[in-house]
């Protein structure tokens, strides 16, 4: 179990930099956007360039793509609070440690292992905008696979860390720290 732990480490490590990073891309959007406003509105609308719009939806995917593994490192996934809170700890503990190997696992694998080709075939074509004056495709589609990648790794740890909750290895975070809810506020 310490080798498996030591992984887990790694890519908790790896999931919390990439996500942190990702993060400041929302101050990229902002930044942009408002200077595709000011353009808009100092040097008139034929002075924007489909670039400005499209950098804005890079950033933004990057942020929505790269961001995912780190929420679900953080435990702050979607849940239906209203049936997870009446079920006992070790029954919610096993619903996550199989929705992870059953569903989440074979789901990243699979657009991960779909993903690559699409990406690939993108990069090697040199793939541009439709729109004139717009940005190359392909590194959009590259985020992709790295984002599925990681958000299976991702889930990888957080199946060990799982697992050696339930066997008693690691202690809980959840009864550590628990979470505020709406009505502790």
Same mark, same amino acid.
């Given at each position: 179990? #310490?080798?498996m732990m030591g992984l887990s480490r790694a890519i908790d490590a790896?999931? @919390?930099a990439v996500g942190r990073a990702s993060a400041w891309l929302v101050l990229g959007v902002c930044v942009v956007a408002a200077g595709h406003a000011m353009i +808009?509105?100092?040097l008139g609308a034929g002075a924007n360039s489909n670039a400005w719009t499209e950098i804005q939806w890079l950033m933004f995917s990057g942020v929505f793509l790269l961001s995912a #593994?780190?929420?679900l490192k953080a435990n702050e996934h979607i849940r239906i609070d209203i049936l997870n809170q009446r079920l006992s700890k070790r029954t919610r503990d096993w619903i996550d440690v199989? +929705?992870?190997a059953l569903f989440l696992l074979p789901m990243a694998g699979l657009v991960l292992w779909t993903s690559i080709p699409f990406a690939r075939t993108s990069f090697v074509q040199g793939? +541009?905008?439709s729109n004139f004056g717009g940005l190359p495709q392909w590194p959009l589609k590259m985020l992709i696979p790295l984002a599925f990648a990681l958000l299976?790794?991702?889930g990888v740890s957080e199946l060990i860390k799982r697992v050696a909750i339930l066997q008693g290895a690691l202690p809980d975070p959840? @009864?550590?720290h628990p979470a505020t809810t709406p009505h502790d506020i």
């Open positions: 179990m #310490p080798i790896v999931t @919390e +808009g509105k100092t #593994p780190w929420t199989i +929705g992870h793939e +541009g905008s299976f790794a991702q959840a @009864e550590a």
